[in-house]
């Protein structure tokens, strides 16, 4: 009886490791381990520095949000890919509120909010509630949030608020990360704002796509809507809720990546969008959705970036080398993808 | 609803008629280019004003603002071709298409200038540029087109890849460096031929309609894109291969990409890359979304969609007159993508036809008892 009990428990222990979201985050972080080691041989020893990875973070904090959000949406089964040019916008209202309306960081900041759920109701019910094909919806939102940035504001300036100037160049030390530089000085290692805020971000999702009915109803939705919507679920406000955490993620990144950059500019976080779809797909979400998980999506953007770094620094550092290198990855994996899902369909049958 | 129509046909009234033109589906683009052409008409008639006057190299052209509409226009609607067919058969869009112009015109400055970026003469004849690049771009087209159709990848992401690569890979091809064709006669293809006051763009883009309207004629490909788009797995039941459809779908489409590309680089005899057909897409599909096809796929109708192109062209031209920064013109576009797309999403349909029904039934009803 007992033996009986105790295989059935191993059995059903090995499906649970092997479901597509286990697999895919495995590869994911398996793929970040290798590239990490890789840059480590090739790249010397700069990346052996625990500041090296922390810089990793504070130059990608806010693609990890708009990541992080973008995870929801494609668990959802939609996707947005507006993110990228709300992010500029986002940027752009900021600088112009702070240095020529004499606004303050804390207005800013809600500024930042109000756009990103503006944005999020919007394409949110557009989506949810008119069944439009999200992609359509959400390239008009890039389109219109591309439009409104040049008619805010057509050329790039740095923000000069000096309350601003404070919260950008603030440093949080992390404890027992420094090192000693050649004259035998401790230097702290620090990270910037920006990326408590995103770890702060990825936690939040994190738990409640985990332990929350509203977050296993995004998976149940975009594994299924029928099926989904047989068991009592409301599909079409859990679609709308995701394009709301997504807009509103929108929202937080684009405050994140002003507080990196420090100005406003039209060509801010072009192609975000893309990178925000390829740290997702790399962190094995799902594009047919249902499938997905957010410390993937982590493990995705430190890949990607890691990726461009080595990249950089192999002296191929013309813009074209990185974009073409983010769109061979995010083929690959999603041909890894569609080699899994066309090998689950075959496990069906 | 049938007893309606019933009445509405024996009367043949005027309402019958307009019921009819409203239901056609070249009403919507129509419809729009007369509310452009009477805004325009109002805010300043001399839009319309065509002349004949001498061009640079000393020849008179036509010139206006129509002529540059419907010049600049050609390249919309031989894409819009494409595009069409692409829609019908997988159901969504292809976005890649600004940055593989990018890359065709590179393929063609790269074959004419060889490793020279400014040479005396062309290197080879532009009839060999344009094959080579009309085999590239299907090549890519034929790419996107492998990862719909048999990797089941959706469009819109699957077009993704090329949307950000395709620009880095133009520029890649020819080095990073802006080859500058000297030879004039590479610039009749984008401007004027000696001697000819009508652009050649919009003769290359008559030749691209009457190719697709001879192929939709003779050939299964309206038959056959439309019904894979509306259900894949029963046309293969009947013995329709979707995968094929799509990919012969995306290839035209590459096609369709190599002509314009040609076009966008013969107008200025050099190529920006990362300004090239910037923001094209969008154009593209909206002129289809604007010629009433569904965005999902299925039915499709030719004829609305170049239309649609023309219509676009047109209000981009309008929205130029009035001085608005062109960064700016595509906030104004995406707010009639949205107006279009809500119109004609299934919900909003339903609510409509619903509301209009409430409104006739007791018209017909009336109408009934007359006859």
Known sequence: ?349 | MTTQENTLKKKSSFKGIVGRLVQNQLFIPIAALLVLVLFNLIADPSFFKISLAPSSEGYPVLSGYLITIIDNASELAILAIGMTLVTSASGGQDISVGSTIAIAGSVVLRVLCGTDSRPEAMKAPIIVAFLICIVVSALFGAFNGVLVAYFKIQPMVATLILFTAGRSIAAWINNNELPVISDPSFGYYGNFIPGCPVPTPVFIAAACMIVIALVLKFTNLRLYSQSVGINPSSSRLNGINPQTIKLITFIILGVCVAVAGFIKVSRLSTINYSVVAKDIEMDVILAVALGGNALSGGKFNMTASILGAYVIQFLTTTLFKFKVNSAAISAYKAVVVIILVVLSAPFVRKKLIELKNKITAPKAQVGKEGV
């Open chain 1, 1 to 349: 009886m007992s033996v009986n009990v105790s295989t059935g428990k191993k059995t059903l222990k090995n499906k649970v490791a092997l479901t597509d979201t286990n697999l895919l985050l495995f590869i994911t972080i398996g793929v970040f381990i290798v590239m990490y080691v890789c840059a480590i041989i090739f790249l010397g020893r700069g990346f052996t520095k625990p500041q090296a990875f922390f810089n990793i973070l504070n130059e990608n904090a806010s693609l990890i949000v708009l990541s992080c959000g973008m995870s929801v949406v494609m668990i959802s089964g939609g996707i947005d890919i507006s993110v990228g040019q709300v992010t500029a916008l986002v940027c752009m209202a900021c600088a112009v509120h702070l240095d020529f309306q004499g606004g303050n960081v804390f207005t800013s900041m809600l500024i930042a909010l109000g756009i990103g759920l503006a944005f999020g109701l919007v394409q949110g019910f557009l989506v949810a509630y008119l069944e439009i094909q999200p992609f359509i919806v959400t390239l008009a939102g890039l389109f219109f949030a591309k439009g409104m940035t040049t008619i805010i504001n057509a050329s790039q300036f740095n923000v000069e608020n000096e309350q601003f100037k404070a919260l950008k160049s603030t440093e949080v030390p992390v404890p027992l990360m420094g090192s000693y530089n050649k004259l035998g000085d401790y230097i702290p290692a620090y990270v910037e704002v920006g990326v408590l805020v995103a770890i702060f971000v990825v936690i939040a999702l994190f738990v409640s796509l985990r332990w929350t009915k509203l977050g296993r109803n995004f998976y149940a939705v975009g594994g299924n809507s029928q099926s989904a919507n047989m068991l009592g679920i409301n599909v079409k406000f859990t679609k709308f809720m995701a394009h709301l955490i997504c807009g509103l993620c929108a929202g937080i990144g684009g405050y994140v990546y002003f507080m990196h950059v420090g100005s406003g500019s039209p060509s801010h976080a072009a192609g975000a969008e893309m990178n925000a779809i390829a740290s997702s797909i790399i962190g094995g979400t799902m594009l047919t959705g249902g499938v997905g998980n957010i410390a993937g999506t982590f493990f995705g953007v430190l890949s990607l970036s890691t990726i461009k770094n080595i990249v950089a620094s192999l002296g191929l550092d013309e813009a074209w080398w990185t974009n073409i290198t983010v769109a061979a990855m995010l083929c690959i994996f999603l041909l890894v993808q569609s080699v899994i899902l066309a090998r689950k369909n075959k496990n069906k049958k």
